[in-house]
């Protein structure tokens, strides 16, 4: 098996005046209420990427009972997948972002962040992949379109397949069984793609697939950059799917980049990737369910109540209405994938979802690089996180891949998009597994 080639240099620390950090320090509790301690901050904060290393003859690490297998490999920049209805996936290839360094600490934090990158080329395109025989492996693969702009989101409504590009949701015509796109894609609407500090765009569809559901995200941690470079950001937008008509659905959500819906009802969920620079046990980042006109904190505060004091001008009547997030996942994770699990997925792992966690930049102990279960009950998250697929992170602080998306098929098997190593991994349960 072999992997795209990955950058391989050692891991950098920048440890300049983390006011008060300690590592004996114990991280945000999980759940709906964390721990949260007191703001720490300095110049800069901690940041250390683990060192990319390659996979060799290793794999992830599943939970007995399951098997992981590399479904495709040398993509470029694997984002997020969707699993069609005749069983072929979709892999969403790129990379985006082009924000000017408006700060001496955004050209160090973009210079580490870089280096636990792949060093593929952004693919801007959609790979299709089939299992002609249905025995676990996929033997087609085949760019079914190209000449996007960083495709991140996807979703499927009848015959109409929609992509979420970093500046416009566009529309493709789709028959069950195409390997390739019939022509260029229809735009539905533009989004904001001004300065993109946070590019990715989220995508899922109601279950009545009247309407589409667009996460996008600040243009940057704090507003540093004023408040007008964040007109239309930070939000999840409901997009009527026939006519592009689009209005802000839930606000404050500093970058919401997954969404689903529940199965069996009409609640939207989304994981989102909190503020930093206030420590490395600060702010969680998070799982939850989306109120319609939910107001979610940032800037002004975060968890609720919980004023950040680096916004101006503060707002304490934002600061009343803000909704504190169901569940969190710890700081720093960076969550990127979200999907509900199903009755076939099995065990302990068939109520609730799984989250695919990037992993961290900005600390100095990494955390993350991981996809993890959390288990619910009754409609709610019930329970810490279990680690569902691991070995990302090395003993030793190197990493060999990190999760994106994830996507639970009908058959039971977990899609994870591997954006380091430009792999889509597929775990699935024994009995489920015929190869």
């Known amino acids: 098996m072999r992997f795209s080639p990955i950058r391989c240099i050692a891991p950098l620390s920048v440890l300049l005046f983390a006011a008060g950090a300690s590592a004996a320090e114990s991280e945000a509790e999980y759940g709906p209420n964390p721990d949260l301690p007191e703001p720490q901050r300095g110049l800069l904060p901690d940041m250390t990427i683990p060192e990319p290393a390659p996979w060799g003859d290793q794999k992830p690490t599943v939970p007995d009972g399951y098997t992981i297998t590399a479904i495709a490999t040398d993509l470029k920049v694997p984002r ?18 082009n924000a000017p360094k408006s700060k001496p600490k955004d050209v160090i934090a973009g210079y580490i962040k870089s280096q636990g990158t792949t060093s593929v080329e952004s693919g801007d395109r959609l790979t299709l992949l089939r299992d002609s025989d249905g025995d676990g492996t996929y033997e087609e693969q085949t760019v079914f379109a190209k000449g996007l702009n960083a495709p ?14 970093q500046d416009s949701l566009v529309r493709f015509d789709y028959q069950e069984g ?17 300065i993109n500090h946070h590019w990715t765009k989220a995508l899922t569809a109601d279950p009545d697939g009247q309407f589409l559901y667009v996460g996008i995200g600040s243009n940057s941690n704090i507003t540093e950059r004023g ?7 930070a939000e999840i937008w409901q997009i009527d799917a026939q006519t592009g ?16 819906f529940q199965p069996d009802t009409d609640q939207l969920w989304a994981v989102v990737n909190e503020r930093d620079e206030l420590g490395p046990n600060l702010v969680p980042d998070y799982l939850t369910s989306v109120q319609e006109g939910g107001f979610y904190g940032w800037p002004y505060s975060y968890w609720g109540q919980h004023v950040d004091p680096r916004v101006r001008p503060q707002k304490p009547q934002k600061v009343e209405e803000a909704i504190a997030p169901d569940y969190s996942l710890g700081s720093h994770r960076a969550p990127l994938g979200l999907d509900f699990s199903i009755p076939e997925v099995g065990n302990e792992y068939a109520e609730g979802v799984f989250i695919g966690e990037h992993g961290s930049w900005n600390r100095a102990n990494p955390v993350g690089y991981k996809v993890v279960f959390v288990p619910f009950e009754n409609g709610r998250p019930a329970g810490d996180p279990i680690d569902f697929v691991t070995g990302f992170l090395t003993s030793d602080e190197k990493t060999r891949g990190r999760p994106v998306g994830v996507t639970v098929a009908p058959d ?24």
């Open 80 to 97: 997020q997948t969707l699993v069609l209805p005749n069983g072929d996936i979709l892999v969403a290839e790129g990379s985006g972002g």
């Open 152 to 165: 991140y989101g996807l979703a499927l409504i009848d015959d109409d397949l929609y992509v979420a590009n």
């Open 178 to 194: 195409q390997t390739q796109a019939n022509g260029e894609p229809e735009v539905v609407t533009e989004l904001p793609s001004r």
């Open 227 to 233: 408040m007008a470079a964040e007109v239309n950001r």
């Open 245 to 260: 008509a689009h209005r802000p659905y839930a606000t404050g959500l500093r970058n919401p980049t997954a969404l689903d």
């Open 412 to 435: 039971g098997a977990v899609i994870i998009a591997d954006d380091l190593s430009n792999v889509v991994w597929r775990v699935a349960p024994e009995s489920n597994q015929q190869n």
